[in-house]
C-alpha cells in the first residue's frame, strides 16, 4: 500500500525565515538505519526531513539512501549533528565539511552541536569550548554550508551562556520529549527567544506504548499508541522524529495528520510526566 507521495507534512517557520517538516525520520546507530527504510519514507510515505549524526555511523550509507530515493536535494531538510569530540572551531569545521562529503551533500539544512560538553579535555571552561564551537558553526552559517544552526541536549543556561558570548541565536533545540519527560520550562524559554523546540524519542524507546492512559486514547481514536503520543507531541507544536528501520512503521508514524486529538486528551497526556530519561540528561552539564 501506497501513501500519498504528495504528501505534504505541515511545516514550522525559524527564526532565520527557513521552515522545517514538523515530522521527520530519525536514525541511530546500534541497528538504527536500513537503507530500504529510508528510500521507502522519502519515495512512498512523503518524508521529507531526515536527521542523523557523525555518531550514528550512518553518513554515507544515508547519502545513498538519498541519491537513489531520486528526490531533489532542494526539497528535502538533512539535519547532522557535530560529535563532541570535535569541538572546538578547527576540529567543528573540519568535522561538517567531512560530515557533508562522506553524504555526498553540498550543505546541510541544519547543523547541530550534540551535547552541552566536549569530550575531549583542554584548559579552557565547557562554556568557553561551547562558544568557541560556535563560532565555528556560525561561520559554516554565514558561509551556506549549514542553512540553520542549533543545539541539542541544551538546557536553558547552557542556551543563555551562549546568547550571551555569540551573535547567533540557536534556530533549533532538539531535545528528549514525550509524554514522561516534558521539559516545560526549557520550551517556554526557547519559544520566548525564537528557538523551535524539537523533540527526540517521542515513543520513550516504546516505553509510552504500554501505558494504560496512551492505550485507552488510542482506542477511543482507533489509532495505534505510536499514533497518538507522535499526534501529542506534533499538536504542542513540537517538530518531532520518531526512529524506525521498519517500513509498516514508518508508514503509520506518518499518518497521524488525519486526525485531532481533543483537549481533554492533550491535558491527560501532558499529565502523564514523571521526568524519566531514556537518553542522555544533560541536566548537570556545567
Not at 517538516?21 to 536500513?34: A, C, D, E, R
Not at 550543505?107 to 579535555?121: A, G, R, T, V
Amino acid at each position: 500500500m501506497t501513501l500519498t507521495p504528495l504528501l505534504r507534512f505541515p511545516k514550522v517557520p525559524l527564526s532565520n525565515g527557513l521552515q522545517i517538516p514538523i515530522l521527520g525520520l530519525g536514525t541511530s546507530h546500534h541497528g538504527g538505519f536500513s537503507h530500504d527504510a529510508i528510500v521507502y519514507a522519502l519515495t512512498e510515505c512523503g518524508v521529507r526531513h531526515i536527521d542523523t549524526a557523525k555518531r550514528y555511523g550512518c553518513e554515507e550509507k544515508l547519502g545513498k539512501a538519498i541519491i537513489e530515493s531520486g528526490i531533489p536535494r532542494s526539497d528535502l531538510w538533512v539535519t547532522n549533528k557535530l560529535w563532541p569530540g570535535d569541538y572546538g572551531y578547527k576540529a567543528a569545521k573540519k568535522a561538517c565539511l567531512d560530515s557533508c562529503s562522506q553524504m555526498g551533500l553540498h550543505y546541510f539544512d541544519l547543523y547541530l552541536m550534540h551535547w552541552p560538553e566536549p569530550l575531549q579535555s583542554s584548559n579552557c571552561s565547557n562554556r568557553e569550548m561551547r562558544t568557541e564551537t560556535w563560532r565555528a558553526l556560525e561561520e559554516l552559517y554565514k558561509e551556506g554550508v549549514c542553512r540553520a544552526i542549533g543545539v541539542s541536549n541544551f538546557q536553558v543556561h547552557h542556551l543563555e551562556e551562549l546568547k550571551e558570548d555569540c551573535s547567533v541565536v540557536p534556530h533549533i533545540n532538539q531535545v528528549e520529549y514525550h509524554p514522561f519527560q516534558q521539559p516545560k520550562l526549557l520550551m517556554e524559554y526557547c519559544r520566548r527567544e525564537g528557538i523551535v523546540f524539537e523533540g527526540y524519542s517521542p515513543l520513550a524507546k516504546n516505553q509510552v506504548l504500554r501505558n494504560p492512559t496512551v492505550l485507552q486514547i488510542a482506542e477511543k481514536y482507533r489509532q495505534t499508541p505510536a499514533q497518538i503520543c507522535i499526534r501529542w507531541s506534533i499538536q504542542n507544536r513540537v517538530v518531532t522524529i520518531p526512529k524506525s528501520t521498519k517500513k509498516k512503521r514508518i508508514q503509520e508514524n506518518c499518518q497521524v495528520f488525519g486526525f485531532q486529538l481533543e483537549e481533554s486528551d492533550m491535558t491527560a497526556l501532558g499529565s502523564l510526566h514523571d521526568g524519566r530519561h531514556v537518553s542522555w540528561d544533560s541536566t548537570h552539564v556545567e
